[in-house]
Structure formats: structure tokens, C-alpha cells
């Protein structure tokens, strides 16, 4: 069955993912991190891009990528297959290294922009690789407050001035947000859309039900919150909206019916306030003048 192809962005910011083929260790050392960041900068002679945010993990990459090209997915892949080739050689190896495609999420405001931009900078905090952001030497967080990081990262200013428009507190205000871990709620869709499998769909299901209406059920949650239930599910699975009918026992019809009208209002969702949108490309278009 072919792929499906990959949604466009008006924005043109991707939360993009790349993990290691098994969730196996594919940077094994601080010289692949590297090379992986060099692949990036080669990619960027020869397409038009920025990076505003990124975290190299020991199995996987997270960046959030900007780009108003038709060019999204032939970034990411360039970058995979470079390293890709990097790695099977150096280890005399011939396999697959990374896990099927690339992941993507479209970034549409800039309310979703600030929540991956945590997500992706508390990711090593969440591994228990380290106590703070900061102490991770392989994310753009350090970037961001000016302490030496690998790569330097285009355009951050414009996001620092979603935190204040007062030029003596973004820093301050960004370091806060970034630390509010316990009041982090951002679902990492990219890893939501790798459920598969019977069981993982049914195991997602129930911890669903379990996480949001300990000790009730199906029937009786069904009765108030029908609609939250089957769009949750056909947003952050891959099931069919008649595999979700039948697992809810509810009519397909129905249940098609809702979900249209979830896909119609989700259109009318804040977008990215033009003038932030323009800064945030600012870089890319004087680049190329």
C-alpha cells in the first residue's frame, strides 16, 4: 500500500521526528550527534531552510523545521539517508537505521509552537538524562539563553517576543515557561501516530478511559462525552472511523458525522499572527536576496 503524502503547512514549521529503527541507540557518541549536525548544515547549501528548535537523543532527533518550500520532505529525507549511510559504514552494518518514515506535525499558531518548543527542550529532563534544559548539551535550549551551544539557531527573537515585548524579560519569562514540566499537557502526536497494532490501539484506548474517568464506564462516559472520545481517537490513532464505531459500539453513520464536523471547526483554529509568521522566516528570505 503506497504511503500517503505528507499535509502541507500554511505556516511552513514542522515538529519533525526521527527514531532509531526498534527504538535502538543510533548516536552512539558525541562524533554521530555531530555528524548528524553537519548533514543538517549540508542540506541547508543546498535548500532553503531554518531550524528554530532541535534535541539529538541517544535513538532519536526532534526539530522543529521551517521551510515555505515543496521541499519538507526532501529535507528530511536527504538528512536521514546521509546519516543513514554515516552510520552503517562506520559500524559495518546493512540495515534499515532509522524507524520507517520520518514523523511530521504542522505547526498552525504560536501557541503550538511554544508548547512543542518545551516539549522538545524537556526531553532530556524527561529521560532523566539531566535536572534542567540547560545541563543538555545536544538541544537548542542553550541557544536560546546564549550559552554555547553546538549549532547556532536562526531567528530567536521573534519567538522570545511571544513570551514580552519588553526587550529585559522574554529570557526571563522563556526560562519559567520552559521549566513548568507538571503543567506540560502537549500529547507528542508524533509518537501517538506510531500505534499500529491491535493491542496498542486497545491499550491506548484504555488508558484513555483511565487517565481522564478512573473507575467508570464506556457506557456511561459515552452518554456525556461522545464527541471529545471518538475525535481523540481518530485524531491520535490510526484507526478507521468504522473500527472506532464498532470499538464503541456506536452507529458508523453517527460516528462519520461527528468526525466531519470535528474536521470543519478544527479548520477554523487560531493561525499564526501574520507579522510573527513574517519574522519568523525573516532570516530565510534575506538569505537568498
Not at 532527533?61 to 521551510?67: A, D
Not at 460516528?255 to 519574522?279: A, C, H, Q
Request: glycine share 2%; charged share 25%; aromatic share 12%.
Amino acid at each position: 500500500m503506497p504511503s500517503s503524502g505528507r499535509v502541507l503547512c500554511e505556516s511552513g514549521i514542522y515538529h519533525t521526528m526521527l527514531r532509531g529503527n526498534e527504538r535502538k541507540d543510533i548516536f552512539l557518541y558525541d562524533k554521530d550527534k555531530l555528524h548528524f549536525v553537519e548533514g543538517i548544515f549540508q542540506k541547508k547549501k543546498e535548500i532553503d531552510f531554518s531550524i528554530h528548535v532541535y534535541c539529538i537523543m541517544s535513538n532519536h532527533v526532534h526539530l522543529l523545521l521551517n521551510t515555505h518550500s515543496n521541499n519538507f520532505s526532501k529535507i528530511m529525507r536527504g538528512i536521514g539517508v546521509r546519516y543513514a549511510t554515516f552510520y552503517n559504514q562506520k559500524y559495518e552494518r546493512v540495515s534499515h537505521v532509522f524507524q520507517d518514515r520520518f514523523k511530521s506535525e504542522p505547526i498552525k499558531n504560536e501557541q503550538q509552537l511554544l508548547t512543542v518548543l518545551r516539549y522538545i527542550h524537556n526531553n532530556p529532563v524527561k529521560a532523566h538524562l539531566v535536572d534542567h534544559p540547560m545541563d543538555y548539551q545536544w538541544s537548542s535550549f542553550r541557544a536560546y539563553v546564549g550559552k554555547n551551544p553546538v549549532f547556532s539557531i536562526e531567528n530567536i527573537d521573534p519567538i522570545l517576543k511571544m513570551f514580552s515585548t519588553d526587550k529585559n524579560k522574554p529570557l526571563e519569562k522563556f526560562q519559567k515557561f520552559s521549566e513548568i514540566q507538571n503543567e506540560l499537557e502537549y500529547k507528542n502526536i508524533l509518537e501517538i501516530k506510531e500505534i499500529t497494532s491491535l493491542q496498542d490501539r486497545k491499550t491506548y484506548f484504555h488508558q484513555y478511559l483511565s487517565k481522564h474517568w478512573p473507575g467508570q464506564k464506556l457506557e456511561d462516559i459515552l452518554l456525556v462525552l461522545q464527541r471529545e472520545i471518538i475525535t481523540d481517537l481518530h485524531q491520535h490513532t490510526d484507526l478507521s472511523i468504522r473500527k472506532i464505531a464498532r470499538l464503541l459500539n456506536l452507529d458508523f453513520n453517527f460516528t462519520r458525522k461527528l468526525v466531519s464536523n470535528f474536521e470543519k471547526n478544527e479548520s477554523k483554529e487560531p493561525s499564526f499572527d501574520s507579522k510573527i509568521l513574517k519574522e519568523l522566516s525573516y532570516a530565510k528570505s534575506t538569505k537568498n536576496a
